[in-house]
């Protein structure tokens, strides 16, 4: 079946430091990978994605590449902001018939101090 | 303007009743989703819905009824409550054609079950 693997939380860092979040995923067929993000109190939005391999998604400072030989979309930041402090979601997807489903990872809570 | 908007925000409720959860988008989309996020943020699918289609109905146990009474709208149903139901439930919906399609997220649904 699929699945994602994410790196387990919670994460703290300073403001300024460096991000990695691993991700690494099992997929019958080619997925697409995503990061989404869930800000405090708020439903997950789309962070970057990649669509296939060697593909480099990156938004807000924010990226990650999709590394077909080692199944992983580590997500990466070079400073990170307080207001970068969310939980970050890890994500596959992929076609079964009509069906196109998120298989979600599980979740890595970061908080940013200042 | 909401893309994806839940009502309500908050619910509350006693065991053995029953409850529904609205959800519409304006964007447009063909297809609509229901998560259940956990209390340690795990977010699995539940239900997808193509056209008013049911598409993906994942081990869901049958007092989990969702309803489209057209493709902007997904309502969820559930009957019987139990404490283990208590979670945040988000909706999303997505343009469906393509797996590397973004799904767009309600603000979730805090269910309490008493």
């Known amino acids: 079946g699929n699945s994602v693997t994410q790196m387990e939380g919670p994460v703290t860092l300073s403001e300024e430091a460096f991000l990695t979040i691993n991700c690494t995923y099992t997929?019958?067929?080619?997925?697409?990978l995503f990061w989404y993000v869930q800000y405090p109190g708020e439903g997950l939005q789309l962070l970057l994605k990649?669509?296939?391999?060697?593909d480099k998604g990156s938004n807000k400072g924010f990226e990650a590449t999709y590394r077909k030989e080692t199944t992983s979309f580590h997500l990466e930041k070079g400073s990170v902001q307080v207001s970068d402090s969310a939980v970050y979601f890890c994500?596959?997807?992929?076609?079964?018939?009509?069906?196109?489903?998120?298989?979600f990872g599980s979740g890595t809570q970061l908080t940013v101090l200042p | 303007d909401t893309a994806v908007s839940q009502t309500p925000k908050y619910l509350v409720t006693q065991m053995g009743n029953d409850k529904s959860i609205k959800c519409e988008q304006n964007l447009g989309h063909d297809t609509m989703y229901w998560y259940k996020q956990d209390s340690k943020k795990f977010l699995k699918i539940m239900f997808s819905y193509n056209n008013k289609e049911l598409i993906i109905n994942e081990t869901v146990p049958n007092r989990f009824s969702p309803k489209s009474p057209d493709k902007a709208h997904l309502n969820l149903h559930i009957n019987s409550l139990e404490l283990g139901d208590s979670a945040v439930y988000f909706c999303?919906?997505?343009?469906?054609?393509?797996?590397?399609?973004?799904?767009?997220f309600g603000p979730g649904t805090r269910l309490t079950v008493l």
């Open positions: 994500a596959l997807s992929i076609s079964s018939g009509s069906a196109r489903q998120l298989t």
């Open positions: 999303a919906s997505s343009q469906g054609g393509l797996v590397s399609d973004e799904q767009f």
């Open positions: 997929a019958t067929g080619y997925p697409s």
């Open positions: 990649a669509t296939k391999a060697d």
